[in-house]
């Protein structure tokens, strides 16, 4: 019997096999937690069946977080499905243009590329926070988001995300402090940078992951599956005492202060 046994969880951002989301949904399921997904669109429906099925999972849902009435609209539906309530969200959502992640920052960022990255990447997650809050404070669940040390570094490329993932890990600490007394908790993971369908729009990716692999302490990348497991513990009753948290799941890169080439 897992330590997610009796949980039950909605997960955001699954698209494909590679995807961090999966591996969380996977791990989640490995300790006994119930999965609901959700899908932004009619082209990437059948993908995320696919992903519910290997999970034991009939919920899948559509919801596209720029729109709050399909927010709404999605809560709605989950209520059919689980009238009494679930234990934890998961949202892996992110998005920019893709020429706000190519060349200088100052030279990319326009206001509309701006105000789209943190619409989908940060309002999303205190959209959901609220609309969920119903179904997930009486169980005193929890809430989980994904971040990037480029939220607190410079990376290349990284540009408005970057200022995007900075205010989503700000509104992990809001969240925390307003749902706290009702019992739920609210943390992010800070996960090193993986090979990801998100990850192929930003410039120099294979560049970039190279030489995190030669310069964090662990000399090597991370795993969805290490990430899911993170997670995986960070949204169970073992992490009751944790909220407002960044987990960094980086093989210790963040902590380095100069590479070695």
């Not at 960022?109 to 404070?137: C, M, N, Q």
């Not at 005492?241 to 590479?259: F, K, N, P, Q, R």
Request: proline share 3%; glycine share 10%; with cysteine.
């Amino acid at each position: 019997m897992g330590f997610l046994t009796g949980k039950r969880a909605l997960v955001f951002g699954a698209l494909n096999e590679r995807s961090i989301a999966w591996g969380i949904a996977q791990a989640m399921h490995a300790q006994g937690a119930e999965i609901a997904y959700t899908y932004q669109n009619e082209k990437l429906l059948s993908r995320v069946q696919g992903l519910a099925q290997m999970t034991d999972s009939h919920i899948v849902l559509p919801c596209d977080v720029s729109h709050d009435s399909e927010i709404t609209s999605l809560f709605e539906a989950l209520n059919k499905e689980w009238p009494d309530g679930f234990d934890a969200l998961i949202h892996s959502i992110a998005y920019a243009p893709r020429e706000q992640l190519e060349g200088d920052y100052i030279d990319a960022v326009t206001r509309a590329g701006f105000l789209e990255a943190h619409d989908i990447s940060s309002y999303s997650f205190a959209a959901l926070a609220k609309a969920a809050r119903p179904a997930i404070a009486p169980r005193k669940g929890s809430l989980l988001t994904l971040s990037y040390l480029g939220a607190v570094r410079v990376v290349p490329h990284y540009n408005v995300m970057g200022l995007a993932k900075a205010s989503l890990e700000a509104n992990v600490r809001y969240l925390a402090q307003s749902l706290g007394p009702l019992g739920v908790r609210v943390n992010g993971i800070s996960a090193g940078p993986i090979k990801t369908l998100a990850a192929a729009g930003i410039s120099d990716f294979r560049k970039m992951l190279d030489y995190y692999e030669r310069n964090a302490p662990l000399r090597r990348g991370i795993t969805i599956e290490e990430v899911g497991n993170a997670a995986a513990f960070l949204s169970s009753d073992l992490a009751s005492g944790i909220t407002g948290e960044i987990l960094y799941v980086d093989s210790g890169y963040h902590m380095v202060a100069m590479g070695e080439g």
